[in-house]
């Protein structure tokens, strides 16, 4: 069932949508080389319950033991924070993260460099950003869920790229994945219409190679099937009259 949010409650998710924006902010700055997961986990959750009242979204959902989840390379999305993790020169860490403020969940995820990066996972980072910009532009009022699909689809596809299909966005707010699903491909005009109140967590997961997926055996961390490097940018958005507002855009 979709749930609608007042006007209060996305002002709510807004504000832990800031929280959230600045946390992903610190993370960025910090990476580099010789840094574990483990340590970016640490301290975002010493970062956001520094705010009164708010708390990491995904620690203990569904038993995950980290706060944010961190996925390396070819890793897609849920990858386990390790204190034994190193990041080195060259790598693309995942930073995928929530937070529950006034009783509001809010989700947002960034892929960042760590050194030098080779051109292609330049054009891999770019495209992905760039895709989910589209995907945000298209999520205008009486405009429809495969519109939002569709826009992602065209260009990363153009790039030469190729969307994750095994996994997809999501409605959030008064829980952390709340219908309607938001797959990252589709056809204009199709899926449920985009109305005000609505609030979506539009998150392209684009890979190198093909799109097939697998899961490793630890039971979370979602990999590509042919091992090719991969990205995830996402952003809490919410329907309105005036258009999509982000909601974790921070300042």
């Known amino acids: 069932m979709i749930q609608l949010k ?28 010789g840094l574990t997961t483990g340590d970016l986990d640490a301290m975002a959750e010493e970062f956001v319950r520094g705010h009164a009242g708010a708390a990491p979204s995904f620690k203990g959902l569904y038993g995950f033991p980290g706060s944010v989840c961190i996925s390396l390379n070819e890793e897609i999305v849920h990858g386990i924070p390790s204190r034994k993790r190193v990041l080195r020169d060259g790598d693309i860490v995942t930073l995928d993260f929530g937070v529950h403020y006034q009783g509001m969940h809010t989700d947002s995820a960034v892929t960042v460099p760590v050194g030098e990066i080779d051109a292609t996972t330049r054009k891999l980072l770019d495209v992905t950003r760039a895709s989910l910009e589209a995907g945000i ?5 009486g405009n429809h869920i495969g519109d939002i699909g569709a826009a992602v689809q065209g260009v990363v596809e153009a790039a030469g790229f190729s ?28 899926g449920p219409k985009l109305v005000p109140g609505l609030t979506l967590a539009i998150e392209p997961m684009v890979n190198v190679g093909k799109p097939q997926t697998r899961t490793l055996s630890d039971k979370w961390t979602i990999v590509t099937a042919d091992g090719t490097r991969s990205a995830h940018f ?18």
């Open 6 to 33: 007042s006007p209060r409650e996305i002002e709510a998710m807004a504000a832990g949508g800031k929280i959230l924006a600045d946390t992903l902010a610190l993370l960025t700055r910090e990476v580099r080389p």
């Open 137 to 141: 532009a298209a999520a205008q009022l």
């Open 163 to 190: 969307v994750v299909r095994d996994l997809v966005g999501h409605g959030v707010g008064f829980e952390m994945h709340e219908d309607p699903q938001v797959p990252n491909y589709g056809k204009p005009k199709r």
């Open 234 to 251: 996402e952003h809490t958005v919410a329907i309105t009259e005036n258009g999509p507002r982000v909601l974790t855009r921070g300042a």
